[in-house]
């Protein structure tokens, strides 16, 4: 049972691109979604984080978009760069940090 | 810089092996956690731990077993290793305290081959 459900599993994108990872959920009372970033032979390591009262979040290139209604969430990645290649991890907790849901995760390569 | 060390990169054991992965963390943290990551999977908790002593179950505890001894030391034993179990083993720790943002901290890993 996945309680998090990530797509695409792999993605491609152009130097300068844009990168969109999308995660939907079940389980409206998720009160706290992060995204993990994680290069190979490395431990994932927290990308960017939102909780449910906003709609956006950004850090420099990367934003949250969050939709309450729709039970979705998803990491856009602009200006894409080759080091930017990593898998992503979506993830969402209830009243603590305790038992983060993970999704499947995302592998993206950006080609210069 | 907080530090999670795992102390195996790679394992290679026989099936019914007694395997022993030790995590140690240098902040300080209450919490620790073992996941294990698969392929299309993603990462799922096996463990976890909220202070010394204490453990409490994750999604996939069935054939794994967990120490606490100390607060910095989470050991994860596999008391009979079975092939189903070969997988990268993610260690992590977070602060429970309040105020705090809950971000999890990982190791870089255990790669488990059983044979």
């Known amino acids: 049972q996945q309680q998090v459900k990530q797509s695409p599993q792999s993605l491609i994108v152009q130097k300068g691109g844009i990168s969109i990872i999308n995660c939907a959920y079940e389980n409206t009372a998720f009160d706290y979604f992060p995204w993990y970033q994680q290069f190979p032979g490395k431990g994932p390591a927290l990308l960017i984080a939102?909780?449910?009262?906003?709609s956006e979040k950004k850090e420099g290139r990367f934003t949250i978009s969050f939709n309450k209604s729709a039970k979705q969430f998803s990491l856009h990645i602009m200006d894409s760069q080759p080091g930017d290649s990593a898998t992503y991890f979506c993830?969402?907790?209830?009243?603590?940090?305790?038992?983060?849901?993970f999704g499947a995760g995302t592998r993206l390569a950006v080609h210069p | 810089d907080v530090k999670v060390t795992q102390s195996s990169r790679y394992l290679v054991k026989r099936t019914g092996e007694k395997v022993f992965l030790e995590c140690v963390q240098d902040?300080?943290?209450?919490?620790m956690f073992w996941y294990r990551q698969d392929p299309g999977l993603g990462l799922r908790l096996i463990y976890f731990s909220y202070d010394v002593k204490m453990k409490e179950k994750g999604d996939i505890p069935e054939g794994y077993s967990v120490s606490r001894e100390k607060k910095e030391r989470f050991s994860l034993i596999l008391e009979s290793a079975s092939t189903n179990q070969t997988s990268m083993y993610l260690c992590?720790?977070?602060?429970?305290?309040?105020?705090?943002?809950?971000?999890?901290?990982f190791g870089e890993g255990s790669r488990l081959t059983v044979l």
């Open positions: 992590a720790s977070n602060s429970g305290g309040s105020g705090t943002t809950g971000e999890l901290f």
């Open positions: 939102i909780r449910p009262d906003v």
């Open positions: 902040m300080d943290h209450e919490n």
């Open positions: 993830a969402a907790t209830i009243g603590g940090y305790n038992k983060l849901i």
